[in-house]
């Protein structure tokens, strides 16, 4: 690809990445490395698109966001193992809350990678609620070290967020 893949992203997706405190380095594939405590993620030029490039830094900095110094989630599963699977749902489920908030798609191919990971977890709906309530606590977390003096609502308005509320309520 010869774009920027920064080009056409709103300023608040930049800020969350840079206002995170992770340390990134770049790499020929992205991964969150908790022995490090760093995230390596291939040059935004390597993605097709900006949503792709922030997709996959979302998600590499919803894993970071579990490291015992900040929200301490689980990250001693082997691969393939419920703990394994119920992270890298928390860390995909927060890949699509944090960019939504500026307007950058979530994929289909997000989505499948999402659904493989369901498996592991077998079809228990408690699971997948403590799942979506974590990367709904690491999203917060990463709009609040951005954006302190806010709620952690969109720039933009609370799009969306009604729904949350009237379940709250109930």
């Known amino acids: 690809p010869t774009h920027t893949a920064r080009e056409h992203v709103p300023t608040d997706a930049e800020l969350i990445l840079e206002h995170s405190g992770a340390e990134f380095r770049r790499a020929d594939r992205a991964a969150y490395v908790p022995s490090n405590d760093e995230i390596l993620l291939p040059a935004p030029e390597a993605f097709l698109t900006a949503d792709a490039y922030y ?25 393939g193992s419920p703990a394994y699977a119920r992270e890298e749902l928390i860390a995909e489920l927060g890949s699509a809350m944090v960019p939504s908030r500026f307007g950058i798609d979530y994929t289909a191919e997000n989505a499948n990678y999402t659904a493989n990971w369901l498996i592991p977890l077998g079809r228990d709906p408690k699971q997948l609620i403590a799942v979506t309530r974590d990367a709904a606590k690491a999203a917060d977390y990463l709009y609040r070290r951005a954006f302190p003096d806010t709620e952690a609502q969109p720039s933009e308005g609370n799009q969306g967020n009604q729904d949350d509320q009237d379940l709250e309520a109930a």
């Open 55 to 79: 997709s996959v830094a979302f998600h590499e900095l919803t894993h970071w966001t579990g490291a015992p110094h900040h929200l301490g989630r689980d990250h001693s599963g082997t691969f």
